[in-house]
T-cell receptor, first 113, second 113 residues
Framework: AQTVTQSQPEMSVQEAETVTLSCTYD???????LFWYKQPPSRQMILVIR??????QNATENRFSVNFQKAAKSFSLKISDSQLGDAAMYFC??????????FGSGTKLNVKP | DSGVTQTPKHLITATGQRVTLRCSPR?????VYWYQQSLDQGLQFLIQ???????AKGNILERFSAQQFPDLHSELNLSSLELGDSALYFC????????????FGPGTRLLVL
């Protein structure tokens, strides 16, 4: 079965600095999708960025980018120029070929002014 | 606002009772997913429906059931409730059965006393 691991329960970053959140996954599938979701205190899940496994190019969305290492099964999220509004729980997620989603346990990001 | 609506926002009930959670997907979305987020287990995929038919099943208990109606709204029925069922229940939707991006609703917070 697929598993998603986020080894950093909590991280802190200074406003305007850069932070990287780690995610690893385990799978035997060759085609899949990976996501990062943000969950602010309101508890709503918000899509931050997605990556197709067949694409070698790393996805980028404004200040958010990923470092996708398929062979290493690693999918980290880099947040540049951190803002106070970035403070939230961040979840890494994997979508299998069978359309099941698996989520990591989350990383709580604190942003210091 | 993702366009996915869930009702009710909060629900308090007693052990042994039955409740129904409702979800309306984004306009045009045919696929609905249900998730459970509890404090100690993270986000767990329960079940997916596409255009009225069950498409994928995750860690859904036998006491739980779901359905998707012709107007595409979905209901998650939880019966014989236990204290451990207290959690945040999310609904998400996507346009296609295998579309990689899901849009999450605000969630229903269930408290079983």
């Amino acid at each position: 079965a697929q598993t998603v691991t986020q080894s950093q329960p909590e991280m802190s970053v200074q406003e305007a600095e850069t932070v990287t959140l780690s995610c690893t996954y385990d799978t035997s599938e060759s085609d899949y999708y990976l996501f990062w979701y943000k969950q602010p205190p309101s508890r709503q899940m918000i899509l931050v960025i997605r990556q197709e496994a067949y694409k070698q190019q790393n996805a980028t969305e404004n200040r958010f980018s990923v470092n996708f290492q398929k062979a290493a099964k690693s999918f980290s999220l880099k947040i540049s120029d951190s803002q106070l509004g970035d403070a939230a729980m961040y979840f890494c997620a994997y979508r299998s070929d069978f359309n099941k989603f698996y989520f990591g346990s989350g990383t709580k990001l604190n942003v210091k002014p | 606002d993702s366009g996915v609506t869930q009702t009710p926002k909060h629900l308090i009930t007693a052990t042994g009772q039955r409740v129904t959670l409702r979800c309306s997907p984004r306009s045009g979305d045919l696929s609905v997913y249900w998730y459970q987020q509890s404090l100690d287990q993270g986000l767990q995929f329960l079940i997916q429906y596409y255009n009225g038919e069950e498409r994928a099943k995750g860690n859904i208990l036998e006491r739980f059931s779901a359905q998707q109606f012709p107007d595409l709204h979905s209901e998650l029925n939880l019966s014989s409730l236990e204290l451990g069922d207290s959690a945040l229940y999310f609904c998400a939707s996507s346009r296609l059965v295998d579309e990689e991006t899901q849009y999450f609703g605000p969630g229903t917070r269930l408290l079983v006393l």
